[in-house]
């Protein structure tokens, strides 16, 4: 049996609160009787029944959603506990009181103690054994609500890489067919930094997560069929501290970044620019930042900040991080500089 010992004193605790309340509540309706012997027969009884429910269900075949034994058990577990509770603990509670001579004041009717105290004690045996039934199911369903939170993410996280893989494969192979026929030579080398680049692409899809260093190589891949399309026009540095390499991100993160760099930054510039990334710390968070000398606030720059591929990326830093991790981006005079911090662990 795989007891969750935690769980059964947090129940007893529960229990013990609970029998306290009933021998208040029972006093309080019989101010005559003595208030100690209605404490240990409470007390006696009703842990006697949680320790015949609570601990003799997981001797039967229990209902995945509630832990409570299936069929008849279920409902003959609480009946045989609490007419069995009762006389355990009516035992117990009469051997307490007359070893501490709790006894006192006049004589009472037994008899109709006997019939109050077991009303009594079916009341709050049903009452008990409903609320930790009503417990353990509302456990099962927070349990199942998270697993389904959990695979609602995995699946947004999976949905958003597949529509950038072809946002970023189309631009390709656009720029691709264009330069085939002006420039052979220069359209090979851009078709073999594509294969090399949907290659480690596939191996990066098996996981959500890769080595930064995975990062930058797909970038410098990516970067490298940007420079034959626009020549000299595209600069670039990469900057990845060796203790960082082995770091994991989401995967392709940063590739929306600096596309976003080329499309609104460079491109619109006659003179074309240079694009810096790196990787940082600050405290506990990971920073990684792309800025470019582009156009800045001109021309294109004043959209780049709602593309598409931004707006991914803010998103799948929010399924993945929730609010610990965030997207800043802004331009000026002289490009736009985007930072993105998240969790190291």
Not at 104 to 130: C, H, K, N, Q
Not at 167 to 174: D, Q, V, Y
Not at 281 to 301: F, I, K, R
Request: hydrophobic share 45%; with cysteine; proline share 5%.
């Amino acid at each position: 049996m795989n007891i969750n010992w935690i769980n059964k004193l947090q129940n007893l605790l529960q229990t013990a609160a609970f029998c306290l309340a009933v021998a208040t509540i029972q006093f309080a309706f019989m101010p005559n009787s003595a208030y100690m012997p209605s404490v240990m027969y409470s007390l006696a009884i009703g842990l006697s029944i949680w320790a015949m429910i609570d601990l003799g269900r997981h001797l039967f075949p229990s209902a995945i959603e509630t832990g409570w034994p299936q069929g008849m058990t279920g409902l003959l577990l609480p009946v045989a506990a609490i007419v069995a509770g009762f006389f355990t603990g009516s035992y117990l509670g009469d051997l307490i009181c007359r070893t501490f001579s709790l006894y006192t004041g006049p004589p009472v009717d037994r008899a109709a103690e006997f019939r109050i105290s077991f009303l009594i004690t079916l009341i709050a045996g049903v009452v008990g054994s409903y609320y930790f039934y009503s417990i353990n199911k509302s456990h099962y369903l927070q349990r199942k609500m998270g697993e389904a939170r959990k695979h609602a993410d995995e699946a947004r996280l999976k949905l958003l890489e597949t529509q950038l893989e072809p946002h970023m494969l189309f631009n390709t192979l656009a720029n691709l067919r264009a330069l085939i026929g002006v420039d052979p030579q220069r359209a090979q080398e851009m078709l073999d930094h594509m294969i090399a680049y949907l290659r480690a692409t596939l191996d990066a899809s098996r996981a959500t997560t890769h080595p930064l260093q995975a990062e930058f190589d797909r970038l410098r891949d990516y970067l490298e069929l940007m420079a034959i399309r626009m020549g000299p026009r595209l600069g670039y540095e990469m900057a990845l501290p060796k203790a960082l390499a082995q770091t994991r991100v989401p995967a392709l993160l940063l590739q929306p970044l600096v596309e976003n760099s080329i499309k609104h930054g460079l491109e619109p510039k006659v003179g074309g620019g240079q694009i810096m990334i790196c990787a940082c710390t600050s405290g506990d968070l990971l920073v990684l930042e792309v800025a470019d000398t582009g156009a800045g606030e001109g021309q294109g720059a004043s959209t780049a900040g709602a593309g598409f591929g931004l707006t991914q990326v803010r998103e799948r830093l929010a399924a993945l991080y929730g609010e610990r991790a965030s997207l800043e981006f802004r331009t000026d005079g002289d490009g736009a500089h985007a930072r993105i911090t998240l969790p190291l662990a």
